[in-house]
């Protein structure tokens, strides 16, 4: 079996200009399966397992990781369980972005 190349995380840009960031890099088909399972969740479990999984991988291991991502993603973990925000579905997300890209298209 080979060893799958370590994913590392670029920066692209969101519509707005704002960075986002992706990781790239070989997902096994377990990983998959994890992830495909895991999205079948209710949200706040989805939340719960996110969670974990963040908090599981030491900081060596994903040095790349921005400290301000880190405050950033425990803030909103924080938000969503004292129930400051809405959550959003994905295909409600993916809805609003294909919007608006279409304007974008338009100009």
């Known amino acids: 079996m080979r060893a799958a190349r370590r994913p590392h995380a ?21 990983a998959k399966k994890i992830l495909q399972d895991a999205l079948t969740l209710p949200d706040q479990e989805r939340l719960m397992v996110a969670e974990e999984l963040f908090n599981s991988v030491d900081d060596a291991t994903h040095a790349e990781v921005d400290d301000a991502l880190r405050v950033e993603i425990l803030r909103r973990v924080q938000q969503v369980r004292n129930h400051e925000v809405e959550l959003v579905s994905w295909e409600t997300v993916r809805e609003h972005g294909r919007e608006a890209l279409a304007k974008l298209r338009r100009r």
């Not at 692209?12 to 990781?23: F, Q």
Request: overall charge positive; cysteine-free; glycine content about 10%.
């Open 10 to 30: 670029t920066p692209t840009r969101r519509l707005d200009g704002s960075p986002r960031w992706r990781i790239l890099g070989v997902v096994t088909a377990e």
